[in-house]
């Protein structure tokens, strides 16, 4: 018996398994751009949202820094005025202020040695009819007393005691200051007030 051997050919078609192949990693490809996709639209907004955090951090946080100041650096002090003798002049002219503009007498010259403060905006004319802002004090003066508050080169406040004829004694605050430079400098009465005393309560 013989045997015949034949050759047989398979003809295999790959078309199906690779379909088949592709089918089943579509999904897969499908979910990995989607992962994808989705990370890159994470990765924007978080972008995004760390620009605008940065924006609003900016933005809203407008305050200047401070300067540093040297902590070595000797304090500022302000060098107080120096305390001087009152003048022979502005006693002069405190002294014929009491004797015209508060006993209501020679007010033509009173009007030449008061400062703004007395002349109140009134005019010559005004302050000649003798209603100034000054009070007065009409009853015959037979002793004055002052003391100095301050007395600077350029304004001075004193405390002015008025001993009457008739009557209790009278205290006043005069302030006096200097106007003017060089030759051309007075002093004028620029205030004049009633001294207040401050009242003291008594113990229980």
């Not at 295999?12 to 192949?21: G, S, V």
């Not at 305390?83 to 502005?90: C, D, H, T, W, Y």
């Not at 002069?92 to 020679?106: E, G, N, S, W």
Request: aromatic letters at 8%.
């Amino acid at each position: 018996m013989r045997s015949s051997s034949s050759a047989v050919t398979l003809t295999c078609n790959p078309a199906p398994r690779l379909f088949k192949q592709a089918v089943n990693t579509f999904p897969t490809a499908l979910r990995s751009a989607r992962a994808a996709r989705w990370a890159v639209i994470l990765s924007a907004l978080l972008l995004a949202g760390g620009i605008a955090a940065i924006v609003i951090t900016l933005s809203g946080n407008t305050t200047k820094p401070k300067s540093s100041t040297n902590s070595n650096a000797p304090p500022q002090t302000v060098a107080n005025p120096k305390s001087v003798p009152l003048s022979v002049e502005a006693q002069r002219v405190a002294a014929r202020f009491i004797l015209t503009a508060v006993q209501r007498k020679h007010l033509d010259e009173a009007w030449k040695i008061s400062g703004p403060g007395v002349r109140a905006g009134l005019t010559h004319k005004q302050f000649l009819t003798g209603n100034i802002a000054v009070v007065p004090v009409p009853e015959t003066i037979v002793q004055v007393k002052y003391k100095r508050a301050y007395s600077y080169s350029d304004n001075a406040l004193l405390q002015v005691n008025l001993a009457v004829k008739h009557g209790a004694s009278k205290t006043f605050y005069l302030g006096l200051k200097r106007y003017g430079k060089g030759a051309a400098a007075h002093w004028l009465v620029d205030s004049w007030e009633p001294y207040v005393p401050i009242p003291v309560r008594a113990r229980p």
